[in-house]
């Protein structure tokens, strides 16, 4: 089969492997689409804590089940699916309270023998198999995992309805905690960012107000502004310096920020504004079921333009092309798919 490789920080290439070995409780998929997602960057420039090069990339996907192990109970060959891409292994505190994100021995494609997904076939557990609704396309069902991720911070934003909600970061993961921002009824959502045409999609994506902050010391300011007040709650999405002591500039007192992006290093942050006012910062990372759940359910209502967040779609044997568009931000882009097993 072919294969979407990592062979060291920032080189793609397609080569030839074999189908890996089917489990008795793993089902074997016929990829129809991957997703490029940021922590797939942070793998293409070495940069991410688990997934180093050489490795198959990729850990977003949608496809048909083609071979199902002699331990599987449910899934079917022929069943269209996605996957949820997280394992919590062991007797681990995350994994005794259904957190499988905060296990401590968390299994993922891309670690040791789990090939990632971007290639014609990927095998998964049949616990991790979720079923797509007739209707899904494949392109939705890969942005499945994460819109989870934007559900999951909406959940530890504990967004009500009503809330004014400022999202600072307009890459996809800020766009779909966009969308999920608005299915738990948040009125106001201003998106900040420093590309207009990121900013475009958020306004095809429902956002109430946009705000490019590029050499704009004001931002903070204008941003409440668009809302009459502070924010109730703050959605980081982008990691980078000083971004903390913004959003708690942006937030009401006794409000609440959530930090959704990748971080590397340190970062400070004035505590005495944190304490003083009550205001919280929560981490959050990836998901968990029920967030992958109502991710799907949010994609098969049909009721959100979750799917405006794809900006190209891409065949496998340009997967180095779509890395570098990604990365770079090149041709506008923002979700790039890559294609296997697609006619036409």
Same mark, same amino acid.
């Given at each position: 089969?072919?294969?979407?490789?990592?062979?060291?920080?920032?080189?793609?290439?397609? *080569?030839?492997?074999?189908?890996?070995?089917?489990?008795?409780?793993?089902?074997?998929?016929?990829?129809?689409?991957?997703?490029? #997602?940021?922590?797939?960057?942070?793998?293409?420039?070495?940069?991410? $804590?688990?997934?180093?090069? $050489?490795?198959?990339?990729?850990?977003?996907?949608?496809?048909?089940?083609?071979?199902?192990?002699?331990?599987?109970?449910?899934?079917?060959?022929? @069943?269209?699916?996605?996957?949820?891409?997280?394992?919590?292994?062991?007797?681990?505190?995350?994994?005794?309270?259904?957190?499988? /994100? =905060?296990?401590?021995?968390?299994?993922?494609?891309?670690?040791?023998?789990?090939?990632?997904?971007?290639?014609?076939?990927?095998?998964?557990?049949?616990?991790?198999?979720?079923?797509?609704?007739?209707?899904?396309?494949?392109?939705?069902?890969?942005?499945?995992?994460?819109?989870?991720?934007?559900?999951?911070?909406?959940?530890?934003?504990?967004?009500?309805?009503?809330?004014?909600?400022?999202?600072?970061?307009?890459?996809?993961?800020?766009?779909?905690?966009?969308?999920?921002?608005?299915?738990?009824?948040?009125?106001?959502? !201003?998106?900040?960012?420093?590309?207009?045409?990121?900013? %475009?999609?958020?306004? *095809?994506?429902?956002? +109430?107000?946009?705000? /490019?902050?590029?050499?704009? $010391?004001?931002?903070?300011?204008?941003?409440?502004?668009?809302?009459?007040?502070?924010?109730?709650?703050?959605?980081? +999405?982008?990691? !980078?310096?000083?971004?903390?002591? @913004?959003?708690?500039?942006?937030?009401?007192?006794?409000?609440?920020?959530?930090?959704?992006?990748?971080?590397?290093?340190?970062? %400070?942050?004035?505590?005495?504004? =944190?304490?003083?006012?009550?205001?919280?910062?929560?981490? #959050?990372? +990836?998901?968990?079921?029920?967030? +992958?759940? &109502?991710?799907? &359910?949010?994609?098969?209502?049909?009721?959100?333009?979750? %799917?405006?967040?794809?900006?190209?779609? =891409?065949?496998?044997?340009?997967?180095?092309?779509?890395?570098?568009?990604?990365?770079?931000?090149?041709?506008?882009?923002?979700?790039?798919?890559?294609?296997?097993?697609? &006619?036409?």
């Amino acid at each position: 089969m072919k294969a979407v490789f990592v062979e060291v920080a920032e080189s793609i290439n397609v *080569k030839e492997i074999d189908v890996p070995a089917l489990k008795a409780d793993e089902v074997l998929i016929k990829v129809a689409a991957a997703g490029i #997602c940021g922590s797939d960057i942070h793998t293409y420039k070495g940069l991410h $804590p688990f997934r180093k090069p $050489p490795v198959v990339i990729g850990h977003e996907v949608a496809g048909e089940v083609v071979e199902i192990g002699s331990n599987v109970q449910h899934v079917q060959v022929g @069943d269209r699916v996605t996957v949820e891409p997280q394992i919590g292994t062991g007797e681990t505190e995350g994994v005794m309270t259904g957190q499988s /994100n =905060l296990s401590d021995k968390r299994l993922a494609p891309g670690m040791g023998d789990w090939l990632g997904t971007m290639a014609e076939y990927f095998t998964s557990p049949e616990s991790q198999v979720i079923q797509l609704p007739d209707h899904v396309s494949y392109d939705q069902g890969v942005l499945v995992e994460p819109l989870a991720v934007g559900v999951h911070a909406a959940r530890k934003g504990d967004i009500q309805p009503g809330d004014r909600v400022a999202i600072l970061g307009a890459g996809p993961i800020g766009l779909l905690t966009l969308i999920a921002a608005k299915a738990k009824g948040a009125t106001d959502i !201003v998106v900040t960012d420093v590309l207009d045409y990121s900013l %475009d999609y958020a306004k *095809k994506m429902g956002a +109430t107000s946009t705000l /490019n902050i590029r050499n704009n $010391p004001d931002w903070i300011q204008e941003a409440k502004a668009k809302v009459g007040r502070s924010f109730d709650k703050v959605f980081i +999405t982008a990691g !980078v310096p000083g971004i903390i002591n @913004d959003s708690l500039n942006l937030l009401k007192k006794g409000g609440r920020v959530v930090t959704v992006a990748m971080f590397h290093g340190q970062q %400070d942050f004035d505590v005495e504004q =944190l304490q003083q006012n009550e205001k919280e910062i929560v981490g #959050c990372m +990836t998901y968990n079921r029920p967030d +992958t759940e &109502e991710a799907l &359910e949010i994609i098969a209502k049909g009721e959100l333009p979750v %799917d405006v967040v794809i900006s190209h779609t =891409l065949s496998y044997e340009e997967a180095n092309r779509g890395f570098e568009m990604v990365d770079k931000k090149q041709d506008e882009s923002v979700k790039v798919i890559v294609t296997f097993n697609q &006619e036409g």
